[in-house]
Each structure stands twice: as C-alpha cells, then as structure tokens.
C-alpha cells in the first residue's frame, strides 16, 4: 500500500494550487483521508479531512480558501487550496486511515510529502 501526492509548488500570494494523492495497493477499505502540513520549525498540523461518508473538517486557518474532496471509486482525495497566503508554506502530507487486504483492523499511511512555498 503507498499513497503518493502530487501538485506542490511555488505560486504568488494570492494564487491557487491543487494537491493530488492517489492511495494504491492492496486496500480493503479507506476511512478518513486527508491532508496535513509541516512548516518549517513547527509540527505537524491537520488541514482538512474527508470522512467515509463524505463529512469533512478544516483548520480554522484554511476555512473559506481551501476544499477537500474524494474520489471514491479511485481512491484518490484533493485539496483545492484559493487565495494561498505566505504563512500556507509548508510541506504537505496526505494521510489515509485504512485497511489492507488480509488485515483485520486499520492502520495510518502516510504520502511522501509535497512542498508548497507561497511567495509575497
């Protein structure tokens, strides 16, 4: 099982940017999928969310600017990040609670992370 993300980048403040994270392998189920980041000194904080059913959850700093959304049948889940602000630099991590064929309960993967630097 891998999740691997893709869509990171260098844009002006004010712009946009979408990340893209596609979990493959051997998977039975995925529960929550989502998207955290890392700034440079600081720890790691979750983002958005997107629940099994479709429920989703935001850091009260990217509410209004970003959206998270899921494909089901591919696996896959986005984030549209709008009017991106300097302090949005950071690596970004895609995570998805799932579990494997021939697992009994789940387990959290992690994307290698993709680097957003947002210029002023």
């Known amino acids: 099982v891998q999740l691997q993300a893709s869509g990171g980048g260098l844009v002006q403040a004010g712009g946009s940017l979408r990340l893209s994270c596609a979990a493959s392998?051997?998977?039975?189920?995925?529960?929550?999928m989502g998207w955290y980041r890392q700034a440079p000194g600081k720890q790691r904080e979750l983002v958005a969310v997107i629940t099994s059913g479709g429920g989703t959850n935001y850091a009260n700093s990217v509410k209004g600017r970003f959206t998270i959304s899921r494909d089901y049948a591919k696996n896959t889940v986005a984030l549209q990040m709008n009017s991106l602000k300097p302090e949005d630099t950071a690596v970004y991590y895609c995570?998805?609670?799932?579990?494997?064929?021939?697992?009994?309960?789940?387990?959290?993967?992690w994307g290698q992370g993709t680097p957003v630097t947002v210029s002023s």
């Open positions: 392998g051997r998977i039975f189920s995925i529960r929550p």
């Open positions: 995570n998805a609670d799932l579990v494997p064929r021939g697992a009994i309960r789940r387990s959290p993967y």
